[in-house]
């Protein structure tokens, strides 16, 4: 087969594995090696906010398991194909020799079993690094139920590695993904989380100990596949931070395939819902929220309608307002409308002198909707300003928020 049909095969069955990102790890050169800075390329971000590009495809997307939700799946009829490891290195110096990509995220289906394909593409890594010296951003998919001796070789020259959870509970995987279990799934990033931590003793130690996996690992939860709620997908996603020190969840709304299973909704969630739990996700990550507080027992669903920090501010308005010049770190960041960055400008600030609506301006917050939940020297807004019935239409209203959001997915439709 053409190489190039090839690589418009793989790469568009490759855009449905979200777990691709940048890590921010950083190789150093030593003068001599290739560094990183149409079809298969995307874009991708640096927790610095930098963006890179890259080759993202699939070794094949032959598989040997049945996985219902999968486009991929063996008894799908779809347009198959195989690279072989020299291909996609090929490929891949290309790409980056037209300055067109800074790295490599290489995924794969299941052919004839997990060591098998996790060796082929532990391959590409390795030709990558040890044949031609290319130094960029290197991303492999971890196999479930792959040897411990691969993961090895895999992380050995890949910066980051992922192990798709896919659904969030074993009953789903067993209607929906026969063949694979949590057990496996978890077994391969406990082994890599437990290998990325003595790496980092190692390399305190010693610089010249070789790195794994330097970007740590992350995974994948499928949306919108199940009747799983909201409520229960960021619960997994908390466990799973916990028990294998994830660096991110990655969500994935759910796209209907065609000859779909029966049991598969028939259509997609809204993709709304899939950025509402990315927010939620970065409230659990950043902001010191708990997974449980997000949604309510008898609200399991994420609010569409407003983001979840204010969403949870109106559920809990006894909390505020709250002082700028008094409350404290965890306080502050629980007002809807201060992020990290703004929360520590205002706590260096207030060292000095009081805090006033004007230095919130000038910090770029938003009054409107900061104002009734905020308390500074000039601004005291009246206990029935909380209170309001129409409080949530008055700082965000339904459709900026919906505005907002499709923007951004057009411009970000590539992030991964």
Request: charged share 25%.
């Amino acid at each position: 087969m053409d190489l190039d049909v090839k690589l418009s095969i793989l790469a568009d069955a490759a855009k449905y594995d979200a777990s691709c990102a940048a890590s921010g790890s950083k190789r150093s050169g030593d003068g001599r090696q290739v560094t990183g800075g149409g079809a298969g390329v995307c874009h991708s971000y640096t927790p610095d906010g930098r963006c890179i590009t890259l080759l993202k495809v699939l070794l094949t997307n032959h598989c040997i398991f049945d996985c219902k939700y999968c486009v991929n799946r063996v008894g799908n009829d779809t347009p198959r194909a195989r690279f072989t490891a020299a291909e996609v290195v090929g490929l891949t110096l290309d790409f980056h020799r037209r300055n067109y990509i800074d790295g490599l995220f290489l995924s794969s289906g299941v052919i004839q079993n997990a060591d098998y394909t996790m060796e082929q593409m532990a391959e590409v890594a390795r030709s990558l690094r040890e044949d031609h010296r290319f130094n960029g951003y290197i991303h492999l998919k971890a196999v479930p139920g792959v040897s411990d001796e691969l993961l090895e070789k895999a992380g050995r020259y890949a910066d980051r590695l992922s192990a798709n959870i896919e659904l969030p509970t074993q009953e789903d995987l067993d209607a929906l993904a026969p063949g694979k279990t949590h057990a496996g799934i978890e077994s391969s990033m406990a082994t890599i989380a437990a290998r990325v931590a003595e790496s980092k003793t190692e390399r305190a130690k010693s610089k010249a100990a070789p790195p794994f996996a330097p970007g740590g690992q992350s995974t994948q939860l499928i949306v919108g596949a199940t009747p799983a709620s909201d409520r229960l997908l960021l619960a997994t996603a908390t466990g799973l931070y916990q028990k294998h020190q994830l660096r991110r969840v990655y969500y994935s709304a759910f796209s209907p395939i065609p000859h779909g299973d029966v049991r598969l909704p028939g259509q997609a969630p809204p993709l709304l819902r899939e950025h509402r739990l990315y927010q939620a996700d970065w409230l659990m990550r950043f902001y010191g929220f708990e997974a449980g507080e997000l949604t309510t027992l008898d609200q399991p669903a994420l609010d569409l309608e407003c983001d979840p920090k204010l969403a949870w501010a109106l559920r809990h308005r006894a909390e505020f307002p709250v002082d700028v010049n008094r409350a404290s770190r965890g306080q502050l960041l629980r007002v809807p409308g201060l992020g990290v960055r703004n929360v520590l400008r205002i706590l260096a600030i207030r060292r000095y002198r009081s805090l006033r609506l004007e230095d919130l301006r000038v910090l770029r917050v938003s009054l409107r909707k900061v104002g009734p939940f905020v308390i500074t020297a000039d601004h005291n807004p009246a206990v029935k300003a909380i209170d309001r019935l129409d409080l949530r239409g008055r700082v965000a209203p339904l459709h900026s928020q919906l505005e907002l959001f499709a923007a951004s997915r057009s411009a970000l439709v590539g992030e991964v």
